[in-house]
């Protein structure tokens, strides 16, 4: 299922609760010889205006709001972006490694940064969703499953705001049977999220919700 933020806002005006993974917005290029994947990367000033831009879509969908933000630089500023333009600037955003690089998709993070240094990220990533196994990755299924108890375990309010990165959500729908055709073409752009959708009964559902705001999958020079 592919939603638009409109869509989520309804989702939320009938009741149910979301919990929106949300890929970081746009940033600069990572040097070929960072180990810390752009730990240190803010976001390009486009970046910074379509976080709001994301913010103010949401804004007064609910009040019940809650942030948290793989501890990278360009992650955390995107949540306090999105949180400013729904009127929150102010809100907490609590750094969580478990939605980032320290997710249960990651076995080593040190083995990841090797495999990608080839230039064929697009390939590895195919690999590991078709396979469900890949050199420095968790295996995918168990991964998915203890990714989203851990979400869950931590998501109290109505909407969650949970910023992160490409590789968990476009892993996390396949795993899910969202999405799995993923490949550069339509692969998660900045902003993309994945939806966590809970009815009041419990059940859960799930979605590719595709911002509109960016339609570019790397960063820039």
């Given at each position: 299922m592919i939603l638009t933020i409109p869509d989520i806002r309804g989702e939320l005006a009938k009741g149910n609760r979301v919990v929106l993974l949300v890929r970081h917005s746009e940033r600069p290029r990572i040097a070929f010889e960072d180990k810390s994947f752009?730990?240190?990367?803010?976001?390009?000033?486009?970046?910074?205006?379509?976080?709001?831009?994301?913010?103010?879509?949401?804004a007064g969908a609910t009040d019940d709001v809650e942030f948290r933000a793989s501890p990278l630089l360009r992650t955390r500023l995107t949540a306090e972006l999105i949180?400013?333009?729904?009127?929150?600037?102010?809100?907490?955003?609590?750094?969580?490694?478990?939605?980032?690089?320290g997710s249960s998709f990651i076995a080593s993070e040190l083995e990841v940064w090797a495999l990608f240094r080839d230039g064929e990220f697009?390939?590895?990533?195919?690999?590991?969703?078709?396979?469900?196994?890949?050199?420095?990755?968790?295996?995918l299924a168990s991964a998915a499953e203890e990714f989203e108890r851990y979400v869950l375990s931590v998501f109290t309010a109505k909407l969650g705001v949970f910023t992160t990165h490409d590789v968990y959500i476009a892993a996390y729908l396949h795993a899910k049977g969202v999405k799995t055709d993923f490949c550069r073409e339509n692969w998660p752009c900045f902003l993309d999220s994945a939806a966590i959708i809970i009815e009041p009964d419990g059940r859960r559902r799930y979605a590719l919700v595709r911002s509109g705001l960016s339609t570019l999958v790397c960063g820039v020079s």
């Open positions: 752009g730990g240190e990367l803010p976001l390009t000033a486009n970046g910074e205006q379509i976080s709001i831009e994301l913010g103010k879509m949401l949180a400013k333009g729904m009127g929150l600037a102010y809100a907490p955003v609590v750094p969580d490694a478990r939605i980032g690089n697009f390939k590895h990533m195919d690999e590991y969703m078709k396979n469900g196994v890949q050199r420095g990755f968790a295996p």
